[in-house]
């Protein structure tokens, strides 16, 4: 069973730096899988950050940027604030029209 | 603007049916792929089900497979979930997402319905 990972949990000090990573559990992640990401705040609807690896989508600031790295998928959010607290989900297009969540990455700024 | 408002979810019991209804404006919606992400309460986001801008190819997750049926009318830019044999978990909030077929990503998001399967 293809799983996509993220880390559950990451913390980050303000106006540090944070990479999240994406990975699949049967094959490395590249740009053929379209990798996404996006931002949810509790209660709230997601937001699309990042798509085709590493294009940013409208109204999105440059402190957050999206890569490949090694085998994984990587959001890159830099000099970080208190507002990007948020949970991160990646996205992978696996063919056939399908796409799979990854499990989510709880982000704390502190 | 974009928008994208779901309707149609509510109370169920185990076995029922349920249909969630999209309703759209602000981008030509025949043009755009379609999808249902749901979201359990306090789960990820899962990808349930993809439509097509013709309504000609389907695609589901193997977890609503057999069970649920989305489709679409584009003369009333409405994007529908048919969910039958419903389980206690699909219980969820289901959104309604326009994709980026180019780029096979979610574009806009509505703000959610949600749908709950008890007894």
């Known amino acids: 069973q293809t799983v996509v990972t993220q880390e559950p949990s990451f913390s980050v000090s303000p106006g540090g730096t944070v990479t999240l990573t994406c990975g699949l559990n049967?094959?490395?992640?590249?740009?053929?899988?379209?990798p996404s990401w996006y931002q949810q705040t509790p209660g709230q609807a997601p937001r699309t950050l990042i798509y085709?690896?590493?294009t940013r989508s409208s109204g999105v600031p440059d402190r957050f940027s999206g890569s490949i790295l090694g085998n994984k998928a990587a959001l890159t959010i830099t000099g970080a604030q208190a507002d990007d607290e948020s949970d991160y989900y990646c996205?992978?297009?696996?063919?056939?029209?399908?796409?799979?969540f990854g499990g989510g990455t709880k982000l704390t700024v502190l | 603007e974009v928008q994208l408002l779901e309707s149609g979810g509510g109370l169920v019991q185990p076995g029922g049916s349920l249909r969630l209804s999209c309703a759209t404006s602000?981008?030509?919606?025949?043009?755009?792929?379609m999808s249902w992400v749901r979201q359990a309460p306090g789960k990820g986001l899962e990808w349930v089900s993809g439509?097509?801008?013709?309504?000609?190819?389907?695609y589901y997750g193997d977890s609503v497979k057999g069970r649920f049926t989305i489709s679409r009318d584009n003369s009333k830019k409405t994007l529908y979930l048919q969910m039958n044999s419903l389980r206690v978990e699909d219980t969820a909030i289901y959104y309604c997402?326009?994709?980026?077929?180019?780029?096979?990503?979610?574009?806009?998001w509505g703000q959610g319905t949600l749908v709950t399967v008890a007894s």
């Open positions: 997402v326009s994709v980026d077929t180019a780029m096979a990503a979610f574009e806009d």
């Open positions: 602000g981008f030509t919606f025949s043009n755009y792929v």
């Open positions: 439509i097509s801008g013709s309504g000609g190819s389907t």
């Open positions: 049967s094959d490395s992640v590249s740009p053929s899988y379209y």
């Open positions: 085709n690896t590493k």
């Open positions: 996205v992978l297009y696996m063919g056939s029209g399908t796409m799979m």
